[in-house]
């Protein structure tokens, strides 16, 4: 569900967009070098499948490998044949085509970025013809006020967002420094206690208002395509609550999860647009029989309106 389908019209940060950890890590997907994937994979799905299914934000790990850069996982920094997934150009190029076929539509790309290369980041997204498309940082909001409506952005063309973990980049290559605009929960086990909400390191605390968008991870230290399922229903729903509160009454603008879809019926977590604070809960799809992955039925939008305080 793209919840600019819903409310038009409003600035960027008041819509909450489906986005998925570790995209490009496709379960069953073989390395473009040839050897057997060791590390662990967090989706069902191609790039083009999520972005046609909804999904709007897409959290990269990207490395130099092979005189190139790579989407991979690593073992102390550094990647290696058995988990390097395929050149980051490849999947750049399916978020181009996207782009080019949808031209109302926008995409954020958060990247963790272990990049070395002198501009490594700057050629691979030129090569991907993917500057025509970009949101540059000096619009962005630097005191947490709104950005620009989702119409102006689709008027200029400025449909994609790009965020970096190495704050240098924002200098040298353009590339926003993803802290200085946003505010993000601890990732992993540590994200997913019950009632908190604490910052991962690198983030200001989650109550800071002087940065405009709001991060809400929700996926386990090692990926379980099973247990997302049960994840990603009332456990999913009462975190974004708790967050809620721990960022002073704002709703998650991306939320991140491992494995977008129920595996066993297809059914995808979608998002939903603020109306003024708002959190339109009603865009927000839930497994109609919660009890396939093994938790109490719960089939009453009413229910979830309630556990969000919005009925």
Not at 225 to 249: E, F, R
Request: with cysteine.
């Amino acid at each position: 569900m793209n919840p600019t389908s819903k409310v038009k019209g409003l600035p960027f940060n008041h819509y909450s967009w489906l986005t998925t950890h570790n995209s490009f890590a496709r379960l069953g997907q073989k390395s473009a070098t040839g050897a057997l994937i060791l590390s662990p994979t967090n989706q069902q799905d191609s790039i083009t499948d999520q972005l046609n299914n909804g999904v709007r934000g897409l959290m990269l790990d990207l490395y130099d490998f092979q005189n190139d850069i790579w989407l991979c996982h690593s073992f102390g920094g550094k990647c290696y044949n058995y988990t390097a997934f395929q050149p980051a150009i490849n999947v750049l190029k399916e978020i181009q085509v996207f782009l080019e076929a949808n031209p109302t539509e926008i995409v954020t790309i958060i990247i963790e970025d272990y990049v070395t290369s002198p501009k490594g980041l700057t050629k691979v997204f030129d090569a991907a013809g993917l500057k025509k498309y970009w949101f540059p940082v000096s619009r962005m909001p630097k005191n947490g006020g709104d950005w620009p409506t989702v119409d102006d952005m689709v008027k200029n063309n400025q449909r994609l967002i790009v965020f970096t973990s190495k704050s240098t980049k924002e200098a040298s290559e353009g590339i926003a420094y993803e802290w200085r605009y946003l505010v993000e929960n601890q990732y992993g086990d540590g994200g997913m206690k019950a009632g908190l909400c604490p910052n991962r390191a690198e983030s200001p605390a989650m109550n800071t208002t002087s940065r405009s968008l709001v991060l809400v991870n929700f996926f386990r230290d090692l990926p379980d395509v099973t247990k997302s399922c049960k994840d990603n229903s009332a456990p999913l729903l009462s975190m974004i609550n708790t967050c809620y509160q721990a960022s002073g009454k704002r709703w998650p603008n991306f939320i991140a999860v491992d494995f977008y879809k129920d595996p066993r019926t297809g059914q995808i977590i979608g998002t939903g647009c603020k109306v003024g604070r708002l959190f339109q809960l009603q865009n927000l799809h839930i497994p109609s029989t919660i009890n396939l992955c093994g938790v109490s039925p719960i089939s009453t939008l009413s229910l979830w309106h309630r556990r969000l305080a919005h009925s």
